[in-house]
């Protein structure tokens, strides 16, 4: 067994790691934070794979980006736990149906010879010239256009879905509606500031509270 090979087992015990805790941590914050561990050793594999491209873009893009917008996100929901897991226990059964479903699609890919997935054995040398960008690019907008196309109708739809979560009707809403906003007059309905001098009470004023409060009690 090579190092390589053992590198790959670890990295992927811990993105399984991360991925296990991402779903089951009961706080959102640590979810988002396991769920960077788990984008970096991803990229960490790809890189393993000769795909530096696709890991620095998992890193730049992804751990950079999209999980700062996650926390963000995650921030101004206000998610209330307690009533998140309220019913955890009434949909569990529904989900393990749909995580057993996925698992065994994903072992008769695997198995399948056609797909030739589970016996592509060792990854082929490259030359030193040789430009995975540029074959990607010619991959992703020829042969993988349609699924790309697709992936990126996922990711506004996502955005869209955020959005509408962040404007929700709530009891404490943290939002100011825009259309309040513009309807302010500038002369009415805004702060005045007006300037008032400083009075510094005396001893002699500070002495007769105390003694009527003496005398009330």
Do not use: C
Request: hydrophobic content about 55%; overall charge negative; glycine content about 6%.
């Amino acid at each position: 067994m090579t190092f390589s090979v053992i590198l790959f087992y670890i990295l992927a015990a811990i993105v399984l790691y991360g991925a296990l805790r991402t779903v089951t941590a009961k706080n959102p914050v640590h979810a988002a934070l396991h769920l960077v561990l788990t984008f970096s050793m991803s990229a960490m594999i790809w890189m393993l794979m000769q795909a530096e491209f696709l890991g620095l873009t998992l890193v730049i893009v992804y751990v950079g980006a999209v999980m700062v917008l996650f926390l963000f996100v995650v921030m101004m929901l206000n998610i209330d736990i307690e009533e998140m897991r309220a019913g955890f226990w009434r949909h569990a059964p529904v989900a393990g149906v749909v995580g057993i479903l996925m698992a065994v699609a994903l072992i008769l890919i695997l198995i399948n010879p056609q797909t030739n997935l589970a016996a592509f054995g060792e990854m082929q040398t490259v030359p030193a010239d040789y430009d995975n960008v540029r074959d990607l690019g010619r991959q992703i907008y020829t042969t993988y256009l349609l699924p790309f196309e697709l992936a990126a109708v996922l990711l506004v739809l996502g955005m869209v879905a955020a959005i509408a979560l962040v404007h929700r009707k709530t009891n404490n809403p943290k939002y100011i509606n825009p259309a309040d906003q513009v309807k302010v007059n500038a002369n009415e309905g805004r702060i005045r500031m007006v300037k008032m001098e400083a009075v510094r009470p005396s001893e002699n004023t500070d002495e007769e509270s105390s003694q009527e409060e003496e005398g009330k009690a």
